[in-house]
């Protein structure tokens, strides 16, 4: 059963490179369609609400990607299979770059509805931090080579505890009196029309994280191979 389940899932990786860009360029393109021109328009807030539809699949595909982080981190804990330490640095840079889009987003947001662009609300600090864990992960993790395990296994341990702020997030709205909305998406308060196109946003944006880890991923592993072979060669070299 086992072996079945790993050849299936190679057979479906195997694919990445014919099913995900087409698939992942055509759902952009609807999501871009979707979020201006068939979305209503929000009464109150007006045109800027529209930023909703790439605010909210960011912030899920920020939480997938570091999901994938913690996956990792675990598996290499586990196995010491400096494999896992190439998706767990790949997870990670697209994890910050999608936190990044989702406070960048929000900040534009706020101007217009709360008057300034920053505001030390417990769900935009918490995200905030979230930001700065994993941006201080990837440097911490580029300081250090490669193959150096001991690095590896120390920054895995790091990105698990990091990994701890997202239920805070994700609870801070429940927790302590914030400025940021209420989860409205989860308790189906929107319209028909803005949870189809939504719906359809989350699908394209985390279609694409799921192709951005992959590539990361794959540059981050031809590179470590890259620096075994030059040691090797250095070593070959030096006898």
């Known amino acids: 059963m086992t072996r079945l389940v790993l050849q299936t899932t190679k057979w479906i990786y195997g694919w990445r490179w014919l099913v995900l860009p087409p698939v992942v360029g055509a759902l952009m393109l ?20 529209r930023l909703m539809y790439i605010h909210v699949p960011s912030a899920i595909s920020g939480y997938f990607a570091f999901a994938v982080v913690f996956a990792a981190s675990v598996g290499l804990l586990w196995t010491r299979d400096m494999r896992f330490d190439a998706v767990a640095r790949g997870a990670a840079t697209v994890g910050v770059l999608f936190t ?16 300034t662009y920053w505001a030390w609300d417990a769900r935009i600090t918490s995200t905030l931090i979230l930001f700065l864990l994993y941006t201080a992960y990837l440097l911490a993790r580029s300081l250090a080579d490669e193959l150096d395990e ?3 296994r120390y920054s895995a341990v790091y990105a698990i505890v990091a990994f701890l ?22 308790e189906g308060a929107l319209p028909m029309g803005m949870q189809i196109v939504l719906g359809l946003s989350m699908l394209a944006i985390v279609l694409l994280t ?15 191979r890259a620096t075994a072979l030059r040691a090797a ?5 030096g006898e």
């Open 233 to 237: 060669l250095d070593r070959r070299e």
């Open 100 to 115: 990044f889009m989702m406070l960048t987003t929000g900040a534009i947001w706020g101007k217009p509805i709360w008057g």
């Open 210 to 224: 799921v192709w951005l880890i992959v590539l990361r991923a794959e540059t981050e592993g031809i590179g470590a």
């Open 165 to 186: 702020d997202i239920p805070i997030i994700n609870m801070s709205v429940r927790w302590w009196r914030t400025l940021h909305p209420q989860p409205i998406v989860v």
């Open 30 to 49: 609807a999501m871009l369609v979707g979020a201006v021109v068939v979305a209503p328009r929000e009464v109150v807030e007006g045109e800027v609400q």
């Open 150 to 152: 001991q690095a590896a």
